[in-house]
């Protein structure tokens, strides 16, 4: 993975890691960071916390960072559990998923008309193994896959989370 070094994609990738992990430390997010590459010291680390409007949240007997929601909704939320990323995955395929076809690394995602970002939200934050990235419209979805073999075994799990038969 390339990792631009600018501060508003270094703030963009603490926002990803927070809705991703329960992080508690400021150390911890640190060493997060510094897995991917990129380097920060704690006092800049610390300001990009601030000036993203990161709080403390409890969580169970735990405090963990969150931001807040994008849009109108600026309610801070804490990384939701991998099961509940999962069953809102298969929540959305099985309401919205039409078809699935493949083209060499790519995936074409058909849904109801005005239902694409929905679908494509939860893709993105399930983080399906293979996708690189997805572009919603008004009623498709454009996935960027690995490969081929990775656009096949995309299009078939999204599918099975469907309830639908590939094609």
Do not use: W
């Amino acid at each position: 993975m390339t990792v631009a070094s600018s501060r508003g994609a270094r703030q963009q990738r603490i926002v990803d890691l927070l809705g991703e992990h329960a992080v508690r430390s400021q150390t911890q997010l640190l060493e997060l960071l510094a897995a991917e590459g990129i380097e920060v010291t704690q006092a800049t680390l610390s300001r990009d916390l601030v000036e993203l409007g990161a709080e403390k949240v409890r969580v169970g007997k735990s405090l963990i960072y969150a931001v807040p929601g994008e849009g109108g909704d600026r309610t801070v939320r804490p990384a939701p559990e991998a099961a509940e990323v999962s069953r809102r995955l298969a929540s959305r395929c099985q309401e919205l998923l039409v078809s699935a076809a493949c083209s060499a690394n790519l995936v074409v995602l058909r849904t109801p008309p005005g239902a694409a970002s929905f679908l494509a939200s939860a893709i993105d934050h399930g983080q399906v193994d293979g996708v690189l990235g997805s572009i919603a419209g008004d009623d498709t979805i454009m996935l960027i896959t690995e490969g081929a073999a990775a656009s096949e075994s995309v299009a078939a799990h999204l599918l099975s989370l469907s309830g639908k038969e590939s094609a």
